[in-house]
């Protein structure tokens, strides 16, 4: 059974830190791997997707990167803003179609 | 252009009644799927429908029961609610089965 793990739990920087948020899964027989952004009381926001047989994938601030090998994923957050502070979750997909949830990195920028 | 609508947004059953919750999306996507997140859980698949015409069982499918009314429609019944199915219940869709899933703002649920 696939199994996410993000670390850390939570994590406080001060506006414009660059940093990086992990994401570890144990079956490395993914389809993708998605990241997703959480705001208090709202959906997720889809943010990255990356399939198996990419290494990373950019948009704007943001890069994700998948190692399927060693089992994780990492979200690089450029620049930080207020703005960015939400609950980032990340997400396996596997066979059939499964996404399968970390617990999610909650995220507070301070201006 | 909406993407993906829940209703309602908030719900309070009472141990034993029944509840549809509804969801639509014009994304003109072939699959939809029903979640729901729990503190200390995550968020976890009930059903999903692949295409229009198919349902299958998530992760957590017991006490729930779901219908793909058309394309754009994928409702979640829950036939005698239970506390333990007091939870935030996410409707999701994407184009096709293992691409980008697009999800709705949910929906919190309370049974007592």
């Known amino acids: 059974k696939q199994e996410v793990t993000q670390i850390p739990a939570a994590l406080s920087v001060p506006e414009g830190e660059n940093l990086v948020l992990n994401c570890s899964f144990t079956d490395s027989a993914i389809y993708n791997l998605q990241w997703f952004r959480q705001d208090p009381g709202k959906g997720l926001t889809s943010l990255l997707l990356i399939q198996s047989s990419q290494r990373e994938q950019t948009s704007g601030r943001l890069n994700a990167s998948l190692d399927k090998s060693s089992g994780r994923s990492t979200l690089y957050i450029a620049a930080s803003q207020p703005g960015d502070s939400a609950t980032y979750l990340c997400a396996a997909e596997t066979s059939g179609s499964r996404l399968t949830f970390g617990e999610g990195t909650q995220l507070t920028v301070n201006p | 252009n909406a993407g993906v609508t829940q209703t309602p947004k908030f719900q309070v059953l009472k141990t034993g009644q029944s509840m549809t919750l509804q969801c639509a999306q014009d994304m003109n996507h072939n699959s939809m799927y029903w979640y729901r997140q729990d503190p200390g859980m995550g968020l976890r698949l009930i059903y999903y429908?692949?295409?229009?015409?198919?349902?299958d069982k998530g992760e957590v499918p017991n006490g729930y029961n779901v219908s793909r009314l058309n394309k754009r429609e994928f409702s979640l019944r829950l036939e005698s609610a239970a506390p333990s199915q007091t939870s935030v219940y996410f409707c999701a869709s994407s184009y096709d089965l293992t691409y980008e899933q697009y999800f709705g703002p949910g929906t919190r649920l309370t049974v007592t």
């Open positions: 429908s692949a295409s229009e015409g198919t349902t």
